[in-house]
């Protein structure tokens, strides 16, 4: 009989959920049929002799499976079947076992983790199988069943108010939301690169999305939402070179900070010369939030040790923008003499 299946995935947890709960076929063709999926899936399913010794009347509707160093549990319930997989390769916290620890597919060794997640896509395309599907699944990426980018596009663009009806999707019609990060035009459809969020340079295809903003289709699921000032037309140089100076810095800074509150002065002395040189160095202070500024004119601390470090031409530019609430300080806490910027002509010389 036709069935609606939901699959829900939490970590190593799988729970097969029917909407008809009065279903008697149930039983035998998910839970009997996902046994014998497992099985010709390489896992060894037997039966579970803690239940069946203590519960035998419950022993049918439980099974273990192994498969290497991993462990399922596999049960039924009324109009849900749930698989638990745990792997006995971690020191256990849980006084119960590891099976009870949280977190487990973290724990996982790196294969197995690969494994578990196999298993799940295995599992979601034998459901589909049998019945349609919808896949729930918070933690992880996309799944078997999961739409593809091109069809999360295509569902904004049939629910959104700006999408011209002639043509089934927005138009860019504003030269500034079409102008790339390296002065070209973006087209709807057109290959394009980005900077991702490690810094590294990644290529997709851009459909425009709404005022600046444009989606880039990576790959089959993955999907971006980047302003065209942070979208290129041309290849960047250097495509292995990554992209992530302010993230290097504000590593190498707490490194430093870290080296010098253990007393490993050689190392932070090699990883001040590493950032700045020879160039002295100074920490900014704001007078409205009475803190210093953090790395990379983020943030503020009241420690001076996990303050920021700038440059002299840094802190001379940031002190003279808001020099009535800001004041820099070297490294021996001596202020900053800053001298005041040539006044600039209100027009220009005829």
Same mark, same amino acid.
């Not at 030269?175 to 057109?190: E, K, V």
């Not at 490194?255 to 010098?260: K, L, V, W």
């Given at each position: 009989m036709p069935r609606d299946l939901t699959l829900r995935l939490h970590d190593t947890q799988a729970g097969i959920w029917q909407e008809n709960a009065n279903d008697p076929t149930f039983r035998k063709e998910v839970f009997l049929g996902l046994l014998k999926h497992l099985g010709r899936s390489g896992w060894a399913v037997s039966l579970d002799d803690e239940v069946r010794k203590r519960h #035998?009347?419950?022993?049918?509707?439980?099974?273990?499976? #192994?498969?290497?160093?991993?462990?399922?549990s596999v049960r039924t319930c009324g109009r849900v079947v749930e698989v638990e997989i745990w792997a006995e390769t971690w020191t256990k916290e849980n006084q119960n076992g590891h099976r009870y620890d949280f977190d487990k597919i973290n724990r996982l060794d790196y294969l197995d983790r690969l494994r578990v997640d196999l298993t799940f896509q295995r599992l979601a395309r034998w459901l589909s199988g049998l019945a349609t599907v919808k896949v729930e699944d918070r933690t992880r990426g996309p799944g078997l069943t999961a739409p593809t980018a091109l069809e999360r596009i295509a569902q904004h663009y049939a629910e959104s108010w700006h999408t011209d009806k002639a043509l089934g999707r927005p138009v860019c019609t504003s030269?500034?939301?079409?102008?790339?990060?390296?002065?070209?035009?973006?087209?709807?459809?057109?290959a394009v690169w980005f900077v991702d969020d490690k810094g590294r340079i990644g290529h997709g295809v851009a459909y425009y999305n709404i005022n600046n903003m444009w989606w880039i289709a990576v790959g089959r699921h993955m999907l971006r939402n980047n302003s065209s000032f942070e979208i290129y037309v041309s290849a960047p140089s250097c495509l292995r070179v990554k992209r992530n100076d302010r993230e290097r810095r504000k590593r190498l800074?707490?490194?430093?900070?870290?080296?010098?509150r253990v007393h490993k002065f050689r190392r932070a002395e090699t990883i001040r010369k590493i950032l700045f040189g020879d160039q002295p160095l100074f920490r900014i202070r704001s007078s409205k939030n009475d803190a210093f500024y953090g790395s990379n004119y983020s943030g503020y601390t009241s420690d001076t040790g996990r303050a920021g470090l700038y440059t002299r031409a840094e802190a001379e530019d940031e002190v003279r923008r808001v020099p009535h609430l800001l004041s820099a300080y070297d490294l021996s806490g001596k202020p900053l003499v800053i001298p005041a910027a040539p006044d600039l002509p209100l027009f220009a010389a005829e």
């Open positions: #035998r009347s419950l022993s049918p509707n439980y099974r273990r499976a #192994r498969k290497g160093n991993l462990f399922a030269p500034y939301n079409c102008r790339s990060a390296d002065g070209g035009t973006i087209t709807h459809g057109a800074e707490g490194e430093m900070s870290f080296a010098i």
